[in-house]
């Protein structure tokens, strides 16, 4: 499965920026400084979004 996320991502990547990466590592030097934060910004909020409502091993609610 990573590695279909993998090739999707490279494909998005290319469609946005117009650029075209034979590979993870080729489209990872073509990333803008700061993105990394950019990302880790946007995960944690698409995580709090989507992930932690269904997130059942740290529901409170849950029958013991």
């Known amino acids: 499965i990573s590695d279909h996320c993998s090739s ?4 998005v990547m290319q469609r946005i920026s117009g ?3 034979t590979d993870k590592h080729s489209a990872e030097a ?3 400084p700061g993105a990394e934060e ?3 910004a946007l995960f944690a909020y698409y995580k709090m979004q989507y ?4 997130d059942t091993t ?3 609610d849950r029958l013991a």
């Open 8 to 11: 999707i991502s490279i494909y």
């Open 19 to 21: 650029y075209y990466f």
């Open 30 to 32: 073509h990333l803008k």
């Open 38 to 40: 950019e990302y880790k």
């Open 51 to 54: 992930y932690d409502p269904v």
């Open 58 to 60: 740290r529901r409170v």
